[in-house]
């Protein structure tokens, strides 16, 4: 099958070599080339996530399971939830809060590693 790649192509650091990929890895993107096939990873775009009446979206991934997210979207402030409930009634308390530019605010119980587009 020709590709129309050269097989010495790097893109954003990732060699992309068709030879070397599963039929199924083809169309990854630079940030999925970052974990290995056995990682369980929860990869989500902040565009797919459908927030509550107060503009919060709560994830429960589960406790130190990887979480990342691709944005278009500038994060503007992150840290720990203090005391708060949200309007769909999920205590956040002590959750990762991330505050985003557009006015969503994300609450999850594991880190979420942020990948921002350009």
């Given at each position: 099958?020709?590709?129309?790649?050269?097989s010495?192509?790097?893109?954003?650091?990732?060699?992309n070599?068709?030879?070397?990929?599963?039929?199924?890895?083809?169309?990854?993107?630079?940030?999925?080339a970052?974990?290995?096939?056995?990682?369980?990873?929860?990869?989500?775009?902040?565009?797919?996530?459908?927030?509550d009446?107060?503009?919060a979206?709560?994830?429960?991934?589960g406790?130190?399971?990887?979480?990342?997210?691709?944005?278009?979207?500038?994060?503007?402030?992150?840290?720990i939830?203090?005391?708060?409930?949200?309007?769909?009634?999920?205590?956040v308390?002590?959750?990762?809060?991330?505050?985003?530019?557009?006015?969503?605010?994300?609450y999850?119980?594991?880190?979420?590693?942020?990948?921002?587009?350009?």
């Amino acid at each position: 099958m020709k590709t129309g790649l050269d097989s010495e192509m790097v893109i954003e650091g990732v060699v992309n070599d068709p030879q070397l990929q599963d039929a199924d890895d083809f169309f990854f993107t630079p940030f999925e080339a970052v974990f290995d096939d056995e990682d369980e990873v929860v990869a989500l775009h902040l565009d797919d996530l459908l927030p509550d009446d107060s503009g919060a979206v709560v994830l429960f991934a589960g406790e130190g399971q990887p979480v990342y997210l691709e944005t278009l979207d500038m994060v503007v402030h992150s840290g720990i939830s203090h005391e708060h409930v949200t309007a769909s009634g999920v205590d956040v308390t002590g959750l990762h809060v991330y505050n985003f530019a557009s006015g969503l605010t994300l609450y999850s119980e594991s880190e979420v590693i942020i990948q921002t587009e350009r």
